[in-house]
C-alpha cells in the first residue's frame, strides 16, 4: 500500500523568509508519479508540480523549487523569499501507474499549512 | 480558459434532505473524480468514473452516488445528508489514455462547501 506522510503540520514565516515543506512516501512500485498540490483559503486544489519517479532531477519554477530523492524517498519543495500570498495548504501527493491504476488514484499526505507573516 | 467548475460553490440543506452537486468541465478529460474533504484534512476520494465505468471506493457509504451523463458532467448525489457530511466536496479530472496509462494530472474544481442544519 501507498502512503505519502508530511511531518510539518504547520509553519509559520516572516515575509521573505525561505520555507521548506518535506514529504516522505512509501510504495512498493516501480514506477509512480509524485505531485505536489496549493490549497488557498478560497479551497481550490492548484496543481503545482508532477514529477515521475525515473526523473530525479531537480526542478525550479520561479520562487519554487522541488528536491526529489529516490534514495530517501523523498520530495520537498522549498519556497523561496516567501510572500503573503503563499500562505496556504500544500499537499504532497502519490499516484501508481499500472493496470491496477485505472483512473490514477491519488494518495495525499496530510497536507502542511504555511502562514506567511507580513 | 479550459476549466472544472462546480455549481454551487456553498450549498445548505437540511438533514436527511437529498442534495446534489454538480461538476462540468471543459478540457475533455476522460476520468472524473469526486472527493470529500473535512476540515484540516486530506482530500478523500470517494468514487470516480473512468470513461463511463463507475468505480466506488470500496469505504465510501451507500449514501453517495453519482452519475455522470456525459463526458462533460458528473454529479453527487447524497440522498439522506447527515451531520457528518458536511464536508467541501472536490471534483477532479484528469485524462488517462489505457488502463495501463501512465497518472495525468488531476484538474481540480473549485469545490463546493456543503452544509447540514
Known amino acids: 500500500a501507498q502512503k505519502v506522510t508530511q511531518a510539518q503540520t504547520e509553519i509559520s514565516v516572516v515575509e521573505k523568509e525561505d520555507v521548506t515543506l518535506d514529504c516522505v512516501y512509501e510504495t512498493r512500485d516501480t514506477t509512480y508519479y509524485l505531485f505536489w498540490y496549493k490549497q488557498p483559503p478560497s479551497g481550490e486544489l492548484v496543481f503545482l508540480i508532477r514529477?515521475?519517479?525515473?526523473?530525479?532531477q531537480n526542478e525550479i519554477s520561479g520562487r519554487y523549487s522541488w528536491n526529489f530523492q529516490k534514495s530517501t524517498s523523498s520530495f520537498n519543495f522549498t519556497i523561496t523569499a516567501s510572500q503573503v500570498v503563499d500562505s496556504a495548504v500544500y499537499f504532497c501527493a502519490l499516484s501508481e501507474a499500472g493496470p491496477e491504476a485505472a483512473g490514477n488514484k491519488l494518495t495525499f499526505g496530510g497536507g502542511t499549512r504555511v502562514l506567511v507573516k507580513p | 480558459d479550459a476549466m472544472v467548475i462546480q455549481n454551487p460553490r456553498y450549498q445548505v440543506t437540511q438533514f436527511g434532505k437529498p442534495v446534489t452537486l454538480s461538476c462540468s468541465q471543459t478540457l475533455n478529460h476522460n476520468v472524473m473524480y469526486w472527493y470529500q474533504q473535512k476540515s484540516s484534512q486530506a482530500p478523500k476520494l470517494l468514487f470516480h468514473?473512468?470513461?463511463?465505468?463507475?468505480?466506488n471506493e470500496a469505504d465510501t457509504p451507500d449514501n453517495f452516488q453519482s452519475r455522470r451523463p456525459n463526458t462533460s458532467f458528473c454529479f453527487l448525489d447524497i440522498r439522506s445528508p447527515g451531520l457528518g457530511d458536511a464536508a467541501m466536496y472536490l471534483c477532479?479530472?484528469?485524462?488517462?489514455?489505457?488502463?495501463?496509462?501512465?497518472?495525468?494530472?488531476?484538474?481540480f474544481g473549485p469545490g463546493t462547501r456543503l452544509t447540514v442544519l
Open positions: 514529477r515521475n519517479s525515473f526523473d530525479e
Open positions: 468514473y473512468y470513461d463511463k465505468d463507475f468505480n
Open positions: 477532479a479530472t484528469s485524462r488517462q489514455i489505457g488502463l495501463a496509462g501512465a497518472p495525468d494530472t488531476q484538474y
